[in-house]
């Protein structure tokens, strides 16, 4: 059965830290990863990975795959309270139109 | 610009009531457009999609159903509600050569009593 895992599931750290969060996977025909900050509400996309060693970067963000290691992480740095949300992973296998999500990853950033 | 819609934002509903949750897509056409539901500690779960008009998969086996009447509309029902029902319900859809990379609307959050 095709599975992400998400680690760790909560982290508290106060503004400034440097975060990293993990997902791994296990799905046959891996595709594509995709990564989501969730607020309030709906998930909103951050990167997409197909390749490995490519890393994606986004102001604070930047974010890597592994294919050999089936694994992804996402760095946050100089981490502020806007960041705090809960942070979604997911897959995709090819030949599927199905995205496979992690149970997310909730990130809380102190004052 | 794409833009996706749901309605309505939120929904309180007695248990063994019907249900009806719309999504509406602009901006595009013959989008995927997926259903999913999000409840507390379970992660997104996908639980219908479609490629097409009239083209439904559906992931999980309950007491929900979803329709695509029309190319950018989709439809999530039910006919009785349970109280295992209730969560946040999310549409998504992709679209062209970027099939990948779902976008979500709002969200609709249903509480069943």
């Known amino acids: 059965e095709d599975k992400v895992v998400q680690s760790p599931l909560s982290l508290v750290v106060h503004e400034g830290d440097t975060v990293t969060l993990n997902c791994s996977y296990e799905?046959?025909?891996?595709?594509?990863l995709l990564w989501y900050k969730q607020e309030k509400k709906a998930p909103t996309f951050l990167f997409m990975l197909t390749s490995s060693g490519i890393e994606k970067k986004s102001g604070r963000l930047s974010s890597i795959l592994d294919k050999k290691e089936l694994f992804s992480i996402l760095n946050i740095t100089a981490t502020q309270t806007g960041d705090s949300a809960i942070y979604l992973c997911a897959v995709i296998q090819g030949g599927s139109e199905k995205l496979v999500f992690g149970k997310g990853m909730k990130l809380t950033v102190n004052p | 610009s794409q833009t996706i819609h749901q309605w309505p934002a939120t929904l309180v509903q007695p248990v063994g009531s019907p249900l009806s949750l719309e999504c509406t897509v602009e901006?595009?056409?013959?989008?995927?457009l997926y259903w999913y539901r999000q409840a507390a500690g379970r992660g997104l779960q996908l639980l219908f999609y479609?490629?097409?008009?009239?083209?439904i998969s559906s992931e999980v086996p309950q007491n929900l159903s979803a329709s695509r009447p029309q190319d950018r509309q989709f439809i999530l029902s039910s006919k009785k509600l349970l109280l295992s029902d209730s969560g946040f319900y999310l549409c998504a859809w992709t679209y062209g050569g970027a099939r990948d990379t779902q976008y979500f609307g709002p969200g609709t959050r249903l509480t069943v009593l």
């Open positions: 799905v046959t025909n891996f595709r594509s």
């Open positions: 479609s490629v097409g008009i009239g083209q």
């Open positions: 901006g595009t056409s013959n989008p995927n």
